[in-house]
């Protein structure tokens, strides 16, 4: 809102000779660093008064767990407040709202990307967690299918909003953009045989797996102090990077990667994630006061998703989501290998930061590690664009 009222007085501002103050919000970098520095403000201002709520509300973790090795660890957190991902949510939104142009499609669909999924984390996490709901006999939580409907819908309408902001013909927002491939393609050719482009079809289909697996993922991963937190603040900041070179057709072209237009803006929403997830860890370290719940990870996840598709960089946020895949993948392996083999386990328990804890990490060292586990790999997957 800051910019477009920026934009509609700009003239006059200028002819008042007073529009030098104010010229620092053309700039979209300074604009991504303070939605970082204005959501970190506000998890960090709001945080106290909306734990002391959800305990009113009694929004509180129940401890309980299916795996007996774990219920001495979960029993700790019982009554924990959790569904603190609002907090999460709302900062990046109101950064957002605040510091981008609302005029660019891109910046709208990923708002819409975060208040669908927080919504339906929400619901879950209501569901789930409210004694008042439990004390009547209700559900535990929205069945599995419920939620992946929901995640698959949106999908599917991201992938098809997306795939229609090329011009008809094959472009660079219809490209898989694979490591090591020099992706881009000059304003004289708007086709590279060389290149592998997406149909309608495929593209769609591809857009709500990625999108579904990767929100899934990081919900997954959400289950020790600061965890999936951490790896979010990791990711966001080589986002931030990645949607600034997306939208430079300059610097795109100079490291031969897909120039998506007017994809820059969605560096205002990587750095409030970046800002707000570094504030929630203020108050969701160990111990932790509240937990960001399914409201907070499906959100992360699905938009870290959201903006590896927009800017044709699925297979380099895959390398830095390293983290969150894997730990999805141990259960997958977990449950798999558990039917096939009549009741025997691969991992002492799933997630696998599970399996790390019982085998004698305490949950510090699991949470230390994995984050430096997730920097070395967005490290890795950004120094992978100079080598083409």
């Not at 991992?347 to 790390?356: D, I, Q, T, V």
């Amino acid at each position: 809102m800051l910019y477009l009222l920026l934009d509609q007085l700009r003239g006059r501002l200028i002819d008042n000779g007073v529009y030098s103050p104010f010229a620092v919000l053309d700039q979209l970098q300074f604009r991504a660093l303070a939605a970082a520095g204005l959501s970190f403000a506000i998890v960090i201002l709001l945080g106290k008064p909306t734990i002391r709520w959800l305990i009113r509300k009694k929004i509180g973790d129940s401890g309980m767990t299916d795996a007996a090795a774990l219920q001495q660890h979960t029993s700790s957190k019982a009554k924990t407040p959790t569904m603190g991902g609002i907090l999460i949510v709302g900062a990046i939104v109101a950064s957002t709202l605040l510091l981008a142009d609302l005029r660019v499609f891109y910046v709208k669909l990923g708002l819409v990307v975060l208040v669908w999924l927080a919504a339906l984390g929400g619901v879950d996490d209501w569901l789930k967690l409210t004694a008042a709901t439990r004390a009547a006999g209700s559900r535990q939580g929205l069945y599995a299918w419920e939620k992946l409907v929901f995640q698959l819908g949106l999908g599917l309408l991201v992938g098809w909003f997306l795939f229609h902001q090329g011009d008809g013909q094959p472009d660079l927002r219809h490209v898989l953009n694979l490591p090591f491939q020099k992706t881009y393609v000059g304003l004289d050719r708007a086709f590279n045989p060389s290149l592998i482009y997406f149909g309608v079809g495929t593209f769609v289909v591809w857009s709500t797996l990625y999108l579904a697996g990767l929100s899934n993922a990081a919900n997954i991963t959400d289950g020790m102090d600061g965890l999936a937190g951490g790896i979010s603040v990791a990711i966001s900041v080589g986002l931030f990077v990645l949607t600034l070179i997306a939208g430079d057709q300059g610097i795109a072209q100079h490291l031969l990667v897909p120039y998506i237009p007017e994809a820059g803006e969605l560096a205002v929403i990587a750095g409030a994630t970046a800002g707000s997830c570094v504030g929630f860890l203020w108050w969701n370290c160990s111990p932790a006061q509240v937990f960001m719940g399914d409201t907070g990870s499906l959100s992360l996840g699905g938009i870290i998703a959201y903006s590896a598709l927009a800017i044709r960089q699925e297979l380099v946020v895959l390398l830095m989501s390293g983290v969150f895949i894997f730990e999805i993948l141990s259960v997958i392996i977990q449950v798999g290998y558990f039917k096939y083999s009549g009741g025997k386990r691969v991992f002492r328990c799933a997630p696998f930061h599970h399996h790390l804890h019982i085998g004698g990490w305490t949950e510090q060292q699991v949470v230390a590690r994995l984050w430096i586990v997730s920097i070395i790999l967005v490290v890795v997957a950004l120094a992978s664009l100079k080598i083409r």
